[in-house]
T-cell receptor
Framework: DVKVTQSSRYLVKRTGEKVFLECVQD?????MFWYRQDPGLGLRLIYF???????EKGDIPEGYSVSREKKERFSLILESASTNQTSMYLC??????????????FGPGTRLLVL | KNEVEQSPQNLTAQEGEFITINCSYS?????LHWLQQHPGGGIVSLFM???GKKKHGRLIATINIQEKHSSLHITASHPRDSAVYIC?????????????FGAGTILRVKS
């Protein structure tokens, strides 16, 4: 079974703090994704990575950066947390087979509260 | 207007009822996903389809590419089906593909 784990289930940070959210997958997937989920808005893509050290901006990258130094690990960084970044953050991974992205597998989510 | 619209937003059903959740999209896609999210956050992929119909247990998903519409049906619904059901479409962008998500349908099945 594919397993996608996230470093924390709940996190409370103060405005201006630097926040690291880590995601690890154990199935050698090429693609990894970071989403945020807010009520009424659904999931929105922040960044994704299709290979080590490669990244592409999603729909809402402002205020975030990412790092993928190893294939299994994809980190989301909030350089200076703000209250409007309070949200549920979900990581996902997927295999690329024959140039086609397969099903995405999601982590359990990290609920971040910025005070 | 969102690229992916789901209806209804909220749905309450009695145990045993047949349930339909609809998804309409306005962009070209390569595939459509139905996802299930239980309280606590975990998301599970139910179906990925690009044409026709798929069935898994009591769940059936259909897609009509010409009409840009998909439906998720649950037969003989049960309280354990209570969850948020999310429709997502796969669009080709840049070097990869990205999913664009609907806002979700909150389903509650009462016993």
């Amino acid at each position: 079974d594919v397993k996608v784990t996230q470093s924390s289930r709940y996190l409370v940070k103060r405005t201006g703090e630097k926040v690291f959210l880590e995601c690890v997958q154990d199935m050698d997937h090429e693609n990894m994704f970071w989403y945020r989920q807010d009520p009424g808005l659904g999931l929105r893509l922040i960044y994704f990575s299709y290979d080590v050290k490669m990244k592409e901006k999603g729909d809402i990258p402002e205020g975030y950066s990412v790092s993928r130094e190893k294939k299994e690990r994809f980190s989301l960084i909030l350089e200076s947390a703000s209250t409007n970044q309070t949200s549920m953050y979900l990581c996902a991974s997927s295999l690329m087979a024959g140039g086609v992205q397969e099903t995405q597998y999601f982590g359990p989510g990290t609920r971040l509260l910025v005070l | 207007k969102n690229e992916v619209e789901q209806s209804p937003q909220n749905l309450t059903a009695q145990e045993g009822e047949f349930i339909t959740i609809n998804c309409s999209y306005s962009v070209g896609i390569s595939a459509l996903h139905w996802l299930q999210q239980h309280p606590g956050g975990g998301i599970v992929s139910l179906f990925m389809l690009s044409s026709g119909k798929k069935k898994h247990g009591r769940l059936i998903a259909t897609i009509n590419i010409q009409e840009k519409h998909s439906s998720l049906h649950i037969t003989a619904s049960h309280p354990r089906d209570s969850a948020v059901y999310i429709c997502a479409v796969r669009r080709k962008v840049g070097y990869g593909n990205k999913l664009v998500f609907g806002a979700g349908t909150i389903l509650r099945v009462k016993s």
